[in-house]
């Protein structure tokens, strides 16, 4: 069936919710959680933090490194899932990022002089990370504002927020838990790209 990827990423991780239309309905085709940092390397969690102490030419470095193996776990584990979407014979119509707030084109050393900046910097990395992966994969990206979300849901699904909420929390009873607030709002981001079809950013 024709499927949509809807990912919230937060640092290290994301939520991934793929939703499929039968034509007839809307129904969860998959849900887990990908790891975008390698188990033995937990600092790139959050590698600005990391190199807070370092001296300037050290925190570029790590700053790099981090970021790099973001972009690349993130690239390894979108393949494998759209290898295995594909093997099922599912179409993928579009993959839905929810991204936050745009961050100014600080320097590794603006982000470190200023603590709130490493966590947006860090909040902005691994989002971002997944849609350059989809976009590699050749998948129909689309951004999707993270604070605009319920509203640009309601509209472009011509339904109110209270209907979505109800259908999101009828597709997570037929899954079960884990249901929080990541998995339904990669839900509606995915939703969202299921009616987007032939979209993009």
């Given at each position: 069936?024709?499927?949509?990827?809807?990912?919230?990423?937060?640092?290290?991780?994301?939520?991934?919710?793929?939703?499929?239309?039968?034509?007839?309905?809307?129904?969860?085709?998959?849900?887990?959680?990908?790891?975008?940092?390698?188990?033995?390397?937990?600092?790139?969690k959050?590698?600005?933090?990391?190199?807070?102490?370092?001296?300037?030419?050290?925190?570029?470095?790590?700053?790099?490194?981090?970021?790099?193996?973001?972009?690349?776990?993130?690239?390894?584990?979108?393949?494998?899932?759209?290898?295995?979407?594909r093997?099922?014979?599912?179409?993928?119509?579009?993959?839905?990022?929810?991204?936050?707030?745009?961050?100014?084109?600080?320097?590794?050393?603006?982000?470190?002089?200023?603590?709130?900046?490493?966590?947006k910097?860090?909040?902005?990395?691994?989002?971002?990370?997944?849609?350059?992966?989809?976009?590699?994969?050749?998948?129909?990206?689309?951004?999707?504002?993270?604070?605009?979300?319920?509203?640009?849901?309601?509209?472009?699904?011509?339904?109110?927020?209270?209907?979505?909420?109800?259908?999101?929390?009828?597709?997570?009873?037929?899954?079960?838990?884990?249901?929080?607030?990541?998995?339904?709002?990669?839900?509606?981001?995915?939703?969202?790209?299921?009616k987007?079809?032939?979209?993009?950013?």
């Open positions: 069936m024709k499927v949509a990827l809807g990912f919230k990423a937060h640092s290290g991780w994301a939520a991934l919710v793929v939703m499929g239309d039968s034509g007839k309905e809307f129904q969860v085709v998959d849900r887990r959680r990908l790891e975008l940092v390698n188990s033995a390397s937990s600092w790139a959050q590698p600005y933090h990391a190199a807070e102490d370092l001296d300037p030419k050290s925190a570029q470095t790590l700053v790099k490194k981090g970021t790099e193996a973001a972009y690349q776990t993130a690239q390894q584990e979108l393949l494998a899932t759209v290898k295995s979407l093997k099922q014979n599912h179409e993928i119509v579009a993959c839905v990022v929810l991204v936050p707030s745009p961050m100014p084109e600080w320097s590794v050393a603006e982000i470190l002089a200023v603590h709130f900046r490493m966590h910097a860090e909040g902005v990395l691994f989002p971002e990370a997944i849609a350059v992966a989809a976009e590699n994969c050749g998948l129909n990206r689309i951004r999707i504002p993270e604070k605009q979300l319920n509203e640009e849901a309601e509209k472009l699904l011509a339904t109110s927020l209270h209907d979505l909420t109800s259908q999101v929390l009828k597709l997570g009873k037929s899954v079960g838990p884990p249901w929080g607030k990541d998995q339904k709002n990669a839900t509606l981001a995915a939703l969202m790209g299921l987007r079809t032939g979209g993009s950013d």
